[in-house]
């Protein structure tokens, strides 16, 4: 095998100085180039304009402007709608990709048996004191009857009571 030659930090500077000024050139003409472009289509699509000097020839003149309109306003609909359909077609195959690339085989994990405590204990380290007792965290509930219920009795009797002119008598009576 043949030894490289090491090369000097001054052949080194000059090398990446050199390589850097004909970058620069290069980028300089790319964009000579696009401005040149951009004069010849604007001066391909967008003539000067002479300015009519008659009503007839005004009219005329909006007329070819409207018309001109029109055209790339068609022109840009069908692009937009190309783009439209080659975004969800990119989408379409973005999500393709995730399904296919998604279906791989789980690994079995091992069981271990371990306490609500250990469990708490292995990920938190020794910031862990409260103990997990989740009977003792539940609320009492005590059931009550309530009064209302007891008073009712018999409801047959409660709507002979209330029925007629008398048992609204009494049903005001008893509110006040």
Not at 147 to 152: G, K, P, Q, S, Y
């Amino acid at each position: 095998m043949s030894e490289m030659k090491k090369v000097s930090s001054s052949r080194k500077h000059q090398l990446k100085s050199l390589m850097l000024s004909i970058a620069k050139g290069i980028l300089e003409e790319e964009e000579r180039e696009r401005e040149e472009a951009k004069r010849r289509y604007i001066a391909e699509t967008c003539p000067p304009v002479s300015m009519p000097r008659t009503m007839q020839e005004l009219q005329d003149l909006c007329k070819e402007i409207h018309r001109k309109i029109d055209g790339i306003d068609e022109e840009r609909y069908d692009l937009e709608m190309k783009v439209n359909k080659a975004n969800k077609e990119i989408d379409d195959l973005k999500i393709k990709v995730q399904d296919l690339m998604g279906k791989f085989k789980k690994p079995v994990l091992k069981k271990v048996r371990m306490s609500a405590d250990a469990m708490l204990k292995a990920l938190l380290g020794s910031k862990h004191t409260v103990n997990l007792d989740l009977r003792a965290n539940l609320k009492q509930v005590k059931k009550e009857v309530k009064d209302e219920l007891r008073d009712v009795g018999d409801w047959r009797k409660n709507i002979e009571d209330k029925s007629g002119m008398d048992g609204r008598k009494k049903m005001f009576e008893a509110e006040a």
